[in-house]
């Protein structure tokens, strides 16, 4: 009998998989990628006997290789908290799914488990921009602030390694990285064990925001603004958590940073203000390879030719001044 795990290479997936993993040690088969490779499941092959968990990727952008895993015979354990479309029936699959946009993968896992490990979902949280979330929980665990910020700095810097085109983008493969985390119970243990691997994190990510910062807004207004990153590695890396910051900078206000690619298109990050978190995803969904969540989507080719389009259409969603 596999044991496989399907995990998203951002801080939700991980710290997601931390949880069960230190719940159920096991010597399992690791599936991920960089955060945007969210069709996993075509990299599976799994057979009656197997088990097969997934965690934070899109079950509607898995459809067809999961029915083909399930028809094989394996079971079939997703959690996740984007849009799944229909959910297949069928009684090897379990699914735990909560699109609630205060909801992440980690929160989810944290609620199956009981709590079992949940300063990992307190990293997941942060990681994934829901510092609400993340907060109320950490308080539940009466963490003091000093730690509660270094487990939100190791979130956002988790988050952050999951960005770019392809695997030679990041500081560490999803895969190591889970390796490395996982291994401690508590999260505060790993950043203090691991000093070399945490600065790693903390420098690039500080080195790569500092860059981010002298990027002037395509377009802004007093309800949304269009930032775009140049074809390079350290703005590919920093999509996701630049979005995220200039959301909590600019709260009432929608973002969408576009990162130019190769091919002359760009890749999309979406994020609708923290005091509307609705409506990235079916903005998203607009254009071909575009998707996600209600509070945070992306488009990962969008056409160079429908560029004002989808401007057009993100003023449209969030309104004009």
Known sequence: MAVIDVFNGDADGICALSQLRLANPCDS???????????????????AGD?????????????????????????????????PGVIPDSDKLTTLINEAPEICTSLLVNSHLKGAHADWAVVGAFGDNLNKSALT????????????????HLGIYINYNGYGSALEDLHFHPAELFQLLSS?????????????????????????MAAAASVQPEKADAHSAVFILPDQPWARRVSGVFSNDLANLNPDRAHAVLTEK???????????????????ADLCRRFPTGGGREAAA???????????DFIDALQSSYGKV
């Open 298 to 308: 992306g488009i990962n080719d969008l056409p160079a030719d429908q560029l004002t």
């Open 51 to 83: 088990c097969v968990t997934v965690l934070d990727v899109s079950l509607d952008k898995n459809r067809e290789p999961l029915a083909e895993i399930l028809e094989a015979g394996a079971e079939v354990f997703y959690v996740d908290h984007h849009y």
């Open 184 to 208: 401690h119970k508590n999260p505060l243990g790993f950043i203090s064990e691991n000093p070399d691997a945490f600065s790693r994190l903390e420098q690039g990510y500080k080195q790569d």
């Open 137 to 152: 929980l950490a308080n539940s665990l009466s963490l003091n602030a000093a730690d509660t910020e270094q487990l939100k």
């Open 29 to 47: 088969v690791l599936v991920t990628g960089v955060k945007r490779d969210i069709a996993l499941l075509k990299n599976v092959t799994a057979g």
């Open 262 to 280: 190769a091919n002359g298109n760009f890749l999309v990050s979406v994020r609708a203000p923290l005091t509307n978190r609705t409506g990235a």
